[in-house]
């Protein structure tokens, strides 16, 4: 590491300002802080906050990601076997998903970075770190029959529409992967809730099988929401426990596995990132919800689905772990973040349950609460405030 901090400290006059590369300084800024932490110190007036900054925490959730993608890959082969009835070993299936995947995420990375690049260079800031991690979630959260072109347009206009727009990392209001799904669920909604796109159907460099051009698979929650019909895999096959619980079942590529996603929120609850309050009270809230709904409607299949089936199929796992407790768009308050998470579950079930066309709820409810934030914590706030007057008022 000495030789490189050597070789960067030669260069960095380049791009200082009067350097021959001085346009490209927020680059070598970008590369140079995500490998060394800064130097710099304030002269006057700073509040340390933390010993940690924004790009270690960025770190910390990409390699708690990391569980998630790698299932993800491996799955994206073993349906791909599956659904063709043939047999392919550990290394094939990971290998085949592996190069299904690998794509996406340079086309995710490519356009969103090569736009904070852009946006860094005009507004003469250093550039951002937020899209470490949106740039891995926007192609995990898709199905694997996602187009990359499409990919692209919807990560351009999340970082976009949804971040700079906003004044950048720590600005925006929602969630920008859960923009860039968003954007691909209403602009291109074939692409995101058809049958067909949620198993590889094409071999790639002699790794995976050609399946035939009408192959359809459901996922479970769709199968949930058809009138009670069983959930299959798939082969057809009927969808174990520990199938679902492991990841092996069709879905968006890092959102089946829960064991994955367990790991993951291990770390990040660890390390401190995420809020326990709010991932706690995402899950109290969707048990809340199911039973609420199990009870009181029996003629709805989706309603009938148990509680514990909800929590592990679709999104809600990822979403609970990664998405509902992003530290920008949740809830700051500490009472606020239990309201905020209950009010992410509970709506996820209300939708998945009362709109049988959009069996997954996920998404769209915390972007709801993602909007909602800002509120809550103002009346808590302002509860807060009212309270010490009226214990002052008492006083006097």
Same mark, same amino acid.
């Given at each position: 590491m000495k030789v490189l901090r050597n070789y960067l400290n030669k260069i960095k006059p380049n791009f200082e300002e009067g350097g021959k590369l001085s346009a490209l300084r927020s680059v070598f800024d970008g590369m140079e802080t995500f490998l060394f932490v800064p130097n710099d110190t304030a002269k006057s007036g700073?509040?340390?906050?933390?010993? +940690?900054?924004?790009?270690?925490?960025?770190s910390f959730v990409v390699i708690a990601l990391l569980p998630a993608?790698? %299932?993800?890959m491996y799955n994206i082969g073993f349906q791909n076997y599956l659904a063709a009835g /043939?047999?392919?070993?550990?290394?094939?299936?990971?290998?085949?998903?592996? @190069?299904?995947?690998?794509? /996406?995420? +340079?086309?995710?990375?490519?356009?969103?970075?090569?736009?904070?690049?852009?946006?860094?260079?005009?507004? /003469?800031?250093?550039?951002?770190?937020?899209?470490?991690?949106?740039?891995? $979630?926007?192609?995990?959260?898709?199905?694997?029959?996602?187009? $990359?072109?499409?990919?692209?347009?919807?990560?351009?206009?999340a970082v976009i529409f949804a971040k700079e727009v906003f004044?950048?990392?720590?600005?925006?209001?929602?969630? %920008?992967? $859960?923009?860039?799904?968003?954007?691909?669920?209403? !602009?291109?909604?074939?692409?995101?809730?058809g049958d067909s796109v949620w198993v590889a159907t094409e071999s790639i460099f002699g790794l995976g099988c050609d399946l035939p051009d009408g192959y359809t698979c459901a996922t479970a929650l769709q199968l949930a929401a058809q009138k009670g019909a069983e959930i299959t895999n798939a082969a057809g096959g009927v969808l174990a426990t520990?199938?679902?619980?492991?990841?092996?079942?069709?879905?968006?590529?890092?959102?089946?596995? %829960? +064991?994955?996603?367990?790991?993951? !929120?291990v770390l990040l609850l660890w390390s401190g990132v995420a809020s326990w309050k709010v991932m706690l009270s995402v899950f109290v809230g969707g048990i809340a919800m199911s039973l609420l709904f199990e009870y009181t409607l029996s003629d709805n299949p989706v309603a009938q689905v148990p509680f514990w089936q909800h929590l592990i199929l679709g999104g809600f796992c990822f979403g609970a772990v990664f998405m509902a407790t992003d530290p920008v768009t949740s809830a700051r308050t500490?009472?606020?973040?239990?309201?905020?998470?209950?009010?992410?579950?509970?709506?996820?079930?209300?939708?998945?349950? @009362?709109?049988?066309?959009?069996?997954?709820?996920?998404m769209l409810a915390i972007l709801l609460m993602n909007v909602t934030a800002p509120f809550i914590d103002y009346c808590v706030v302002q509860a807060n405030v009212n309270a010490r007057a009226r214990r002052l008022t008492k006083k006097n």
């Open positions: 700073s509040n340390i906050h933390d010993a +940690i900054d924004s790009k270690r925490i960025m993608l790698l %299932v993800g /043939k047999e392919g070993t550990l290394v094939e299936m990971f290998l085949f998903g592996l @190069l299904v995947m690998l794509p /996406k995420i +340079i086309v995710s990375y490519g356009v969103g970075l090569g736009i904070e690049f852009i946006a860094a260079q005009l507004k /003469k800031e250093e550039i951002h770190e937020g899209f470490l991690v949106s740039g891995l $979630l926007i192609p995990m959260i898709v199905p694997v029959g996602c187009p $990359l072109w499409i990919i692209a347009i919807a990560t351009a206009f004044g950048g990392t720590g600005m925006n209001i929602v969630n %920008v992967a $859960l923009i860039a799904r968003a954007f691909i669920f209403f !602009a291109y909604p074939s692409v995101i809730s520990g199938d679902m619980i492991s990841g092996l079942m069709p879905g968006s590529i890092g959102e089946t596995s %829960v +064991i994955a996603i367990a790991l993951g !929120a500490e009472t606020g973040k239990y309201i905020y998470g209950f009010g992410i579950g509970a709506m996820a079930i209300l939708i998945r349950v @009362l709109n049988p066309g959009y069996p997954e709820g996920m």
